[in-house]
């Protein structure tokens, strides 16, 4: 039987700076539209038409399309929204035109609410309104529950449809009570969540993360909140560059991503953005980095004598002479300030002004919203938010003369502020000559920032998002897409997250290119060791590194072609500074604790969260770095094989379905011990086939094997897809990467059968464009202790065994032309309860099983 090689046209369009209209040219709301929620796009009737208007293919092409239905989808990082043709054809909006934005604002919100819930079905109203709230911070009303009122229907058809949804306790008591759902009211609706779950079967803290490292999608959403959201320019949000050093801020990287507030950027062109890999601002470059309270550029160069240092809180990325910061911390007595001085130059680790509030002199308490921290952008000055003095204000009033805070801008919950040391221009923001990069290039684009004309674009309440911004995560949590390029720096040194403990310093009276004198920080090892010993040194380093190159580790570390594009989804959000920053701060918080220092002290320097995060850096780092740290072994690549009594089970079930002179292919075969088995089985029943087994190691047993990488095996190397039967257990990888990439290169072969052991969250095979039909599958056979560690023994020398946490998949997929055959195989072993006839509906059901 032979396997069609063409592919469906009919791709979905894509139309970008959309909005929609009636018959009369006014603005509408796509959801005046029927929604489809099944696979009927057509509705019996419409009231009246509705046009897209929009463009395509880069803006070169005008779209003005009657339209008859929508529908939205959930699965991807952000939510989709498409919309259907009176031409029956699936069109998927990107970003909508600016104006239209207020016109849609209120689905928009709703769809992103649903998109979070099913992804943190769990969630608790704070948490939920945290999250929604930052990714609408761009727009002047932030969204409430009245939101999600305006839409409960939507909500309330979607909970029916979507398995995970009705699942939400967020929306079980939303529906039950749609006015308690506001984070102001959380007791009170946290207890009806309490009281709803009751009669919920809660098994989460059964189905923990898999034993195949799978990692939760949320828990990059919230390291993204940790950091700097706007520009360190003009304090405003948008498109933003993440600076990967220990300052941790941000800037517009190009004039266009700041034009909304006059920002004069860092003055990069697209290109160079583009060819950026790894972005360092010229002072983590030079390390030279400015006091923040003198603003004096200063050395920051642990290794060589620094002059100026840093905050050793984890999400402070401020630096200090000794002598400011010490002044500040204790102004009204000079001896203390003179001892704190002196500590700080011993070596000793300090937390700057900008963590206690500057009028009552306490700690920020997360968990307390008055107890929030309110800071300004200028200079290390902090206010809990009932501190806060009625001068710096939202709005203009008797009161305040400027607008000198803004809500909603920055991470952790926290008020942008000027406080009133700064004056506020006509531009919004105090001058804008406040950062100095080293050497003088780069500082003359802020030369002339007071200098701006007043155009009119004063920065109110409302701080708006570029132009053509639409509901993606990297928009409103403020992260842009050139974030997505950051990857772990890796050094030639030993290790990367040791802290260099600082021995004692002394301080040595010298004068900075101002004329000022500083005192610059110098080692006391210094002093007694001779230039000879010191020369040894230096020449034995330079020669280690000259020896061992990055290029020479890469070489000898080849590694599969999937596993590179892997790492690009596991470390985007990791840099060397963010790791430096976090791995010091816990250090010297449990250092801390261990002298009997008090809580709030130490979690002024290490916050909860960041115990989260850097937990979970430690995780995706271990994945990221296994083939360079333990070689080419299969637990590098998150392997684990299947034990043999669960393979004879499989073999079992798989063999009536296999015909003589077929071809069985295990594309990742492990041990190869599926392959022998099957051989075995067929034997015995007086069949012939043939066998291939691919893996990048050789196993024990070569039986029919090949050491290949499956990614390179091409078309003409198999023979045609009516012969070719295909499995079994492809490496998962991180939220099942891997498994989706082998699957989708199995599938290039159009095999008659599939046999898959996948995880949950692997992509059906009857949602490829090209789909398979499901013949049976097994959620029960593989619970348990189905699979072992390869190579690994206790200490009683037996095989150690793999539990899992998450029961993977058990599938066996049809190619449709063969799809009544195989059922009918499958009602004769007693999988189904009425053979398959002529019309082949059940066949049909197949692809919704």
Known sequence: MDFSDDEADDMAQFVDNFHFVDDRNEPITFCDLPICWTGEANPESLEKQIFLQGTADGGLQPIYKPVISWKFELLDKEPRILVFSKEKSWIKLLKPRKSYEPTIRTVLITLSALHYLKRNPDTLVEPFWDRLRKLFSLYEVKPSVNDLIDHIALINDAVKHDETLSESKFLQAFLQNPSMAEASNEDVYTALIA???????????EELDGAFGDEGEDGDEQETDLFDSVCSICDNGG?????????????????????????????????????????LCENCKHKQHQCYVCGILGSSDKENQPEVLTCVSALCGYFYHPEC???????????????YKQKIFAGESFTCPAHQCSMCKERENKDVHELNFVVCRRCPKAYHRKCLPRRIAYEVSEDAEAVRAWDGLLPNNRILIYCLKHQIESYGT??????????????KIFERQDLLSDKGKTLLKKRSAPSGHFISETTFSKKPKLAEKVCLPIKNSTTVLKRKMGKPYVADERKDIHGHKTEKLRSAASLVLDSETKDRILTLRKSISETITLKDVIRSHTIPSTYPNFLKNVDKSISQGKVDRFVEACRTAIHMLEKNGRVEEARAVCQPNVLTTISKWRNKLKVYLAPSLHGLRYTSFGRHFTKLD??????????????????IVDFCCGANDFSCLMKKKLEETGKMCNFKNFDLLSPKNDFNFERRDWMTVRRDELPAGSKLIMGLNPPFGCKAYLANKFIDKALEFKPKLIILIVPPETERLDKKREAYDLIWEDDQKLSGRAFYLPGSLDVDENQIEQWNNRTPLLYLWSHPEWTRKHKNIAYEEHIYPQKCHISCRVADRGRTT
């Not at 669960?646 to 003589?660: F, S």
């Open 646 to 663: 669960k393979l004879q089970e499989i073999v079992d079930k798989l063999h009536p379905y296999v015909q003589n002179g077929d071809m």
């Open 430 to 443: 105090p001058k804008r000559n406040h950062i100095k990069f080293p050497h003088g290039e780069q500082s």
């Open 195 to 205: 009281k709803k779950s009751k009669f919920v079967v809660d098994d989460d803290d």
């Open 325 to 339: 910061v010490s002044k500040l911390l204790f102004p009204e007595n000079d001896a203390e300030a003179e001892e």
């Open 239 to 279: 498109e933003i560059l993440c600076c990967e050093g220990r300052c941790l801020r941000s800037f517009h990287a190009t004039v266009h991503d700041g034009v909304e507030s006059d920002c004069r950027s860092l003055g990069f062109s697209k290109d160079q953005v583009q060819a950026i890999q790894n972005f």
